[in-house]
């Protein structure tokens, strides 16, 4: 029998489109229509299992599933025995401490005595026990933000991504505690056929992550200038230059990373560069 890989990824939430998203650009295909809990890839030895991402960790780590794309929230929490196999970049958020907005707020001395709802209670307790202050940890498993109008707690600890959840219960920031991105992760006792399935996936994961990374840049620069022109463009191995028609010009092509373009690209104006253009680069393989 042929082995398969089975990834357990967010079934609604922050985390899900992105996840699959990402799968896809891997040239992976499988359909998550109709709200199903389990799917196979039509071409990569993968299954899906659809789950509520508090649960991954946990399915991860007794083998249910072989890996996971989970928040670091999550994996941090749960406190599960499992591999983190690679930081995924997106989902990025933070867990904070936060207050009703018409308190003031001098420091965290502020929750001294004070009870603090979260889903969090691992992660809360043991920053809580680092700065040395004493508060009564109320664990909710959702809703966090209602609690403190409904009088059940006097703050709150959760996940803040665009603020906008606390903003509508009257609640303010005061203190992150955690930051958290997308994560791959993966049970301990994989199989070396697993494995191999696991490399061929991070091979393809890497491969979209420097291509989105990076960028393809063509420019048009005087041959006088090509010395200072390469040296503000890394490239790959070095950059392809080719004459144009016009006689004393040449073209060069080049990668350049999205940072990298932003602060070159006045130096390389200055060093007479003509006609730049910045093209997308669907995969990179290095
Ligand atoms: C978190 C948190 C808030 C929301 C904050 O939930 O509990 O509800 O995100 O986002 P915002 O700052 O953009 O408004 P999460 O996505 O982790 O969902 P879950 O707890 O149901 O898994
Ligand atoms: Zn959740």
Known sequence: ??????????????????????????????SNGGGKLMSSAQNFPLE???????????????????????????????????????????SKCRLSLAIPKSENYEGLKNFESKSIATSYPNILASFLQKEGIKADIHEISGSVEIAPGIGLADAICDIVSSGSTLLTNGLKEVEVIFKSEAVLVANNTLSPEKNEILKQLLFRIDAVQAGSNNKYILLNAPNDKLDLIISLLPGMKSP??????TAGWSSIHSVI????????????????AEGILIVPIEKMIL
């Open 257 to 272: 990373t999205e940072d990298e373009f932003w602060e070159r690209i006045q130096k390389l104006r200055q060093a007479g």
């Open 1 to 30: 029998m042929n082995t398969i890989l089975r990834i357990a990824v967010q079934k609604s939430g922050r985390l899900s489109e992105s996840s699959l998203d990402l799968i896809r650009e891997c040239g992976i295909r499988f």
């Open 240 to 245: 392809t230059v080719l004459p144009l028609a």
């Open 48 to 90: 899906f299992l659809f789950l509520r991402d508090d649960d991954i960790p946990g399915y991860v780590a007794d083998g249910v599933a072989d890996i996971g794309i989970v928040g670091e929230n999550e994996l941090v929490e749960k406190e599960k025995d499992v591999s983190l196999v690679k930081r995924l970049g997106f």
